[in-house]
């Protein structure tokens, strides 16, 4: 969970320092795959 929401596109994440990376939706890098966006807030991890 990232702020109280559910995520399933989470790629990385850093508990310790509040840390997510999520792949951004339009820009892409040269090779094609989807560039990522590291984002801070409250980080919890959970198992389904």
């Not at 596109?9 to 989807?34: M, T």
């Not at 560039?35 to 389904?48: D, P, Q």
Request: with cysteine.
């Amino acid at each position: 969970m990232f702020n109280g929401k559910e995520r399933a596109d989470v790629e990385e994440y850093c508990i310790s320092e509040g840390w997510v990376k999520v792949p951004s939706h339009k820009a892409l890098d040269r090779r094609g795959q989807p560039l990522t966006m590291t984002v801070k807030g409250k980080v919890e991890a959970f198992y389904r």
